[in-house]
């Protein structure tokens, strides 16, 4: 099988109902599959499924492991020469698939790419979770072409170009199969968001390409498991974050980072203080907690991954400080950073 597309649902038959029609609609190919991984739902995700679309394979796990572990377990035995990844809630547009798998045939050394992804609710604006392409800043922070912090610029083609970029979006992800096995999936620690990113870091250690191909767009609702501003949310951003760069971080920057994030993460728990967040603010030590337990677990995958690096310098990751550039310098837009776009092919 060339292509496998995979959905990982959890209670979302109302999102399956909406958005499977133009998954099958826009892929429908001999060489290509489409599974619907079901993360223990106990709505009625299966009946939507065999009844309404026969022609969609159903995957049944035996609880729900989350996104990432949902993910490995779901992939398995997938023996395609490419899997994308896919969320529930995203409705893809005609010839999404045949760009992106083009950029991938271009070059063996690209691991993974993803469409270009705009808001559902607003189409004229790119989304959040990935926009036209990820990147990271020198502090770890990550942010898009199109999407700095929380603000999502209108699509004017601006960003239009295929470029090599830091990390590609878990809502929509392309990866060539024998990679995924190769680097074992996302790393199930994680549970959910910045997953992604640290697959394409060690990816990029390792180096390969990550890609991004506004030429293939898709359409994002987003939220659909957790809101953005929800506490569960805020805690896995501030701890998978933590988990990101002691994994990934190369020696010569280990300390210094680590110890400035310690200090910015206490910042952002103040400013949820001061703004009455009270929930959000207990959520930043909660995550460092968790860090902290977690340590023996890291420390064995950081020495792991570190025998394997190849490359360390990206220049992907923004060296200066996108939380300073947007909140000081009030720099909205990601052609405001003049941060050079390399060319994929």
């Known amino acids: 099988m060339r292509l496998s597309i995979v959905i990982l649902n959890w209670n979302g038959c109302h999102h399956l109902r909406r958005f499977l029609p133009s998954v099958l609609k826009y892929s429908n190919y001999d060489w290509a599959e489409i599974v619907v991984a079901d993360n223990y739902s106990s709505d009625e995700s299966r009946e939507v499924v065999e009844k309404e679309f026969p022609n969609v394979k159903y995957l049944q796990l035996d609880r729900n492991y989350g996104f990432a572990e949902g993910y490995n377990r779901a992939l398995k035995n997938n023996e395609a020469e490419y899997i994308l990844l896919l969320n529930s809630d995203v409705e893809v547009t005609g010839n999404w698939l045949e760009p992106m ?67 590609a979006s878990g809502a929509a992800i392309l990866v060539r199969g024998k990679l995924w096995h190769e680097f074992e999936g996302f790393d ?87 703004t009455g967040q009270f929930t959000a603010f207990t959520k930043v030590p909660a995550a460092h907690r968790d860090f902290y337990k977690s340590l023996g677990r890291l420390r064995k995958k950081r020495k792991v991954l570190l025998s394997k690096v190849v490359a360390t310098d990206h220049p992907e990751i923004y060296k200066g400080s996108i939380i300073f550039d ?17 060319e994929i092919y």
Do not use: T
């Open 326 to 342: 947007f909140f000081i310098s009030k720099k909205r837009k990601f052609s405001s950073l003049k941060f050079p776009a390399n």
């Open 101 to 167: 798998l083009k950029i991938m045939d271009s070059n063996p050394l690209i691991g993974a790419c993803q469409p270009k992804i705009m808001q559902l609710e607003h189409p004229e604006k790119f989304e959040y979770a990935g926009a036209s392409g990820g990147f990271i800043d020198h502090y770890g922070y990550p942010f898009c072409r199109g999407r700095i912090v929380n603000f999502m610029e209108q699509d004017l083609g601006q960003y239009d170009l295929p470029i090599s970029v830091f990390w």
């Open 188 to 274: 199930a620690d994680f549970w959910a968001h910045m997953e992604e990113i640290d697959l394409c870091w060690r990816m990029k250690n390792r180096g390969f390409k990550i890609a991004v191909c506004p030429q293939s767009k898709v359409f994002h609702l987003g939220g659909g498991s957790l809101s953005y501003g929800s506490p569960q949310k805020i805690y896995l951003n501030f701890r998978n974050n933590l988990f990101l760069l002691y994994k990934n971080l190369p020696k010569e920057k280990f300390y210094k980072i680590m110890f400035l994030r310690m200090i910015l993460d206490g910042v952002a728990a103040l400013q949820f203080l001061i």
